[in-house]
């Protein structure tokens, strides 16, 4: 996953650029950029922050960096944001995307002329330079930005900056976010948008799914009307979002609390004797909070989350020490686990490593009973628009390996049985998770109401990895 931030300003707009984009620090962990236009034209900066905060690798370019318009990125994988010289004159770039068809693109760029990429990142091409190869294809910028949104098979936002202004482009079916903020000195744009409230701007629009807007110190103008097909990823709320952020007007905090809620009244806890209900921290709390008001069974916290000098970012790109650094960063309190019979809520299960290690140490720790929920659904399609899992087999998702070896042959309408809570193949596919991890009781929420939680129309919702609906 990536974040962006960017400002255009009547004054030096760094300050704001270095902080806005430090708001994103949850939504990457290896790279991080800034590039600022000014009198003396474009000054740009990346770093490595796998092993450090965005904040610590940037403070000194802070210092010597000045402009009145900047970008800026957090990135899970490749370096951004991108310098650019075309026949559209010099721009900076970065990009949130997950492009399916990156060969066949990259192949025909090379038909049409495009002689060479430059940044290859982990031996594939930068899909930002990508994007902006795309975006070189047509003689107008606009023109451009548009080739490259309907061009890409998965998902792309993007923000451009040159010498006249500010653009950015929502992902043609508005899979992920994108805000405007205004104050008395100019804009602001943003993945999240709670990250400009506290540098003084306030809300001014969210962009509609496909919509391009160009903004200057003094205007904010639509140059692409917003498409009327919204399918905006629903694990945004789950997982990925801080939980002060914000979607199409629902936040993160009351969709989980939303999600809980509708986990107990589904819940037959009558033959369990459950002594506190716990989130699995983060982005397990809120969900938590949730069940626990809805069933009347007390909130505790069995595990604290060390956070002061193990932040978000300090998160390896290697799955296996991915594994092992979260599970570093959870301390029990063994007084709240000792003799209890918990129930724990996670905001997914995806491979079950984690979760069956984290059951494992609790009855070590003296706990009775371990019973797990999970705050989504099963995940039973690799996610196709985001990153989520980009180095990932599908068949890593711990759904996959059972359904496999309950299935001689795994079709789509094979697969569609197991997405459906009211099936026979769904529940003895949930019975097989519990046992492999060794959970008292195991419990997923259902898709119609994660969907109510949303508390916006379904239809603009992405639930794809969870039901395959395109």
Not at 200 to 219: A, F, N, Q
Request: glycine fraction near 8%; proline fraction near 4%; charged fraction near 25%.
């Amino acid at each position: 996953m990536s974040g962006f931030f960017g400002v255009i300003s009547k004054k030096d707009c760094v300050f704001d650029l270095f902080f806005g984009v430090d708001y994103h620090s949850h939504l990457g962990t290896r790279r991080g950029g800034m590039a600022v236009y000014g009198e003396n034209g474009f000054n740009r900066s990346i770093h490595n922050i796998e092993n450090s905060p965005f904040r610590t690798k940037f403070e000194t370019d802070v210092l010597t960096m000045k402009g009145n318009s900047g970008i800026a990125c957090i990135s899970d994988y490749e370096p951004q944001p991108l310098l650019i010289k075309s026949h559209h004159g010099t721009f900076a770039i970065t990009t949130v995307s997950k492009i399916n068809n990156a060969k066949e693109l990259e192949e025909m760029l090379f038909k049409n002329g495009n002689s060479h990429f430059l940044e290859m990142s982990g031996g594939d091409i930068n899909p930002t330079e990508l994007v902006a190869a795309l975006i070189n294809q047509k003689e107008n910028l606009i023109d451009g930005i548009k080739y490259a949104l309907d061009s890409i098979d998965g998902s792309l936002t993007l923000l451009l900056l040159n010498e006249k202004g500010l653009y950015i482009a929502r992902d043609k079916y508005g899979r992920t976010p994108a805000v405007v903020g205004k104050n008395s000195n100019g804009f602001c744009v943003s993945f999240e948008a709670f990250a400009y409230l506290n540098l003084g701007y306030t809300d001014y629009k969210e962009l509609g799914p496909g919509e391009v807007c160009v903004l200057t110190p003094t205007e904010c103008k639509t140059l692409v009307a917003p498409g009327d097909k919204m399918r905006i990823c629903t694990f945004l709320w789950v997982y990925y979002g801080y939980p002060s952020s914000s979607y199409e007007g629902l936040s993160v905090e009351k969709m989980r609390c939303n999600c809980g809620k509708y986990m107990a009244m589904r819940d037959n806890l009558s033959n369990l004797d459950i002594d506190c209900v716990a989130g699995v921290p983060d982005s397990g709390t809120a969900h938590a909070i949730g069940y626990a008001n809805q069933s009347g069974i007390p909130f505790a916290r069995p595990f604290i989350k060390y956070t002061p000098t193990w932040p978000r970012s300090f998160m390896p790109t290697i799955q296996t020490k991915r594994n092992l650094i979260a599970k570093m960063k959870l301390i029990p309190v063994h007084d709240l686990i000792e003799g209890k019979s918990l129930l724990l809520i996670d905001d997914s299960i995806v491979r079950g490593t984690q979760m069956r290690e984290t059951t494992e140490f609790l009855y070590k720790s003296g706990a009775k009973a371990v019973h797990i929920r999970s705050a989504c659904p099963p995940l039973v399609y690799g996610c196709k628009y985001l990153n989520f899992s980009r180095s990932s087999s599908e068949m890593e998702l711990i759904t996959r390996k059972v359904i496999t070896r309950l299935e001689k042959e795994v079709t789509p309408e094979v697969l569609k049985k197991y997405a459906n809570p009211d099936s026979v193949e769904y529940a003895n596919m949930v019975e097989e998770i519990r046992k492999e991890l060794n959970f008292t009781t195991l419990g997923f929420n259902r898709i119609d109401d994660l969907k109510k939680a949303c508390e916006i129309d379904e239809d603009k919702l992405c639930t794809y990895c969870w039901d395959g609906r395109e």
